[in-house]
């Protein structure tokens, strides 16, 4: 299995990134996507999930109407549009694949229900 993130870097206070996880070796429709974000000195946070058909999200309150999930099942991609950024949202941003378990499974915010992570890819907003 392999979670390959893509598209950090550096950008000023209000601009914009999307970033991109590219994932293979796994039977996608079988797992939720998420992304999350480590800040040095901080334990991972959650960012944002997504069903593989798009049709739930869930999004922490801190980026709700700035970024925005989606995913394209036929290219097997998760992407995540980050716009207004925020010198707080710097970090090292990793994407990560949670398997579904039952017919109840829902979308998760914990680091440690998650299977599969990719490498991570830095992003970092200058005042």
């Known amino acids: 299995v392999q979670l390959q993130a893509s598209g950090g870097g550096l950008v000023q206070a209000g601009g914009s990134l999307r970033l991109s996880c590219a994932v293979s070796g796994l039977f996608f429709r079988s797992y939720g996507m998420g992304w999350f974000r480590q800040a040095p000195g901080k334990e991972r946070e959650f960012v944002s999930a997504?069903?593989?058909?798009?049709?739930?999200?869930l999004y922490a309150d801190s980026v709700k109407g700035r970024l925005t999930i989606s995913a394209d099942s036929a290219q097997k991609m998760v992407y995540l549009q980050m716009n207004s950024l925020k010198p707080e949202d710097t970090a090292v941003y990793y994407c990560?694949?949670?398997?579904?378990?039952?017919?109840?499974?829902?979308?998760?915010?914990?680091?440690?229900?998650?299977?599969?992570w990719g490498q991570g890819t830095q992003v970092t907003v200058s005042s």
């Open positions: 990560a694949a949670r398997r579904i378990t039952s017919v109840y499974w829902t979308h998760s915010p914990l680091p440690h229900e998650y299977d599969y």
């Open positions: 997504i069903s593989w058909s798009g049709g739930s999200t």
